[in-house]
């Protein structure tokens, strides 16, 4: 088949579906002439370096990466020794999603914790901090959180700061996987920064695909010279080392300028809530359907009949997140239009039918 014959179409499965947003294609553009030095050591890489410390704090050193997998397992090992272990939450990222990449590449353990919301708390992580010094027991090294969460929940500013106080106070890092980062700041209206640098975050992974780019993601060492050190060789072994970085350093640069992902995020997070408020309108009306969790970002996660189920995904590619209940997951992206969420709501009005 030709690429003249592609079908275009439009669905909720993932804001990975996405295409690439205009503005990064035309940052690639410009930075196309010409040669420039590659691995890193180029003009435009050395512009990035600037534009995440103005983002993150003065301290703040970014790497470039690939991907998002890529991006935790360097975060990971960076602050993890062969016997310890990372505490995150059971639905997290990093444990269900990533084929067992932290573990298998970083050589480490997850300690999952199950949760109602995606997050965790000190309360919850204080019961798995026991046998410290026993050769028995893979020895906790890092909490691992994912903000926004893989059930669309939101840790506040105050939360994140909990968690960092209490890492530090038992010796241990606060890793941030921040596939959705810029959803996350969209909803809580606030910068970068102040969530993760001024709350004591230690390491974060910068997600960019997901917001708009194309194979452009970062890890954000915020305050570790020490630790920033030993990234770049990390990165390499770990063969997330762009030749040609200054397109993947473009891509970020052009995401930070003028508030570009945070308003992406704003986007995406208005559709996913014209989406619950549309999805539990019908909810009432028909008694059919629930939505049990809040929508705080871009992501709807309603409990629909699974003959329902059946006959959206005929029309809407989206994914059944829980086999047991019929909770499917509705993910909202920076290119997704009001006209996208209101022919999902017929098409729902119409199934129930």
């Known amino acids: 088949m030709s690429l003249s014959e592609r079908k275009v179409w439009r669905g909720f499965a993932s804001d990975n579906y996405a295409g690439v947003h205009p503005r990064l294609f035309e940052v690639m553009q410009q930075v196309n002439e010409g040669h420039e030095v590659a691995y890193g050591d180029d ?193 390499k072994t770990s063969m997330q080392l762009p030749s040609k970085m200054r397109f993947v350093s473009a891509q970020l640069i052009a995401l930070l300028e003028n508030d570009l992902a945070i308003n992406n995020g704003k986007h995406a997070n208005a559709m996913a809530s014209t989406l619950d408020a549309g999805v539990r309108q019908i909810a009432e009306e028909t008694g059919k359907v629930s939505v049990p969790n809040p929508t705080q970002a871009n992501a709807v996660f309603p409990i629909l009949p699974f003959d329902v189920i059946e006959k959206l995904q005929k029309q809407y590619r989206f994914y059944l997140w829980d086999h047991r209940t019929g909770q499917v997951r509705w993910m909202c992206a920076w290119d997704t239009k009001p006209e996208d969420v209101q022919g999902l709501l017929s098409a729902l009005r119409e199934a129930l039918n």
């Not at 062969?82 to 444990?95: D, M």
């Not at 020895?139 to 506040?156: D, M, V, W």
């Not at 106070?169 to 920064?193: I, P, Q, V, W, Y």
């Open 43 to 235: 003009f435009v890489t050395a512009e990035l370096t600037k534009a995440f410390k103005e983002a993150f704090g003065s301290e703040a050193e970014v790497f470039p990466v690939f991907n998002g997998t890529g991006a935790n397992v360097i975060s990971l090992s960076s602050v993890v020794r062969r016997w310890e272990a990372v505490l995150c939450a059971e639905t997290a990222h990093i444990n269900s999603d990533e084929g067992g990449a932290p573990e298998k590449m970083a050589g480490l353990k997850l300690w999952t914790i199950p949760t109602s919301d995606g997050k965790l708390t000190p309360e919850l992580i204080k019961p798995y901090l026991f046998d410290i010094g026993s050769v028995h027991r893979a020895q906790i090294s890092a909490i691992s959180i994912t903000q926004t969460t893989e059930l669309g929940t939101l840790y506040s500013v105050a939360e994140v700061k909990a968690l960092a106080d209490f890492a530090h106070e038992n010796n241990l890092f606060l890793h941030m996987d921040g596939a959705r980062l810029s959803n996350a700041a969209a909803a809580l209206g606030t910068s970068f920064k102040e969530f993760t640098t001024d709350a004591g975050v230690d390491l974060v992974s910068f997600g960019g695909t997901k917001i708009g780019a194309l194979a452009a993601e970062a890890v954000v060492v915020l305050n570790d010279k020490a630790l920033a050190h030993t990234i770049p060789f990390l990165r």
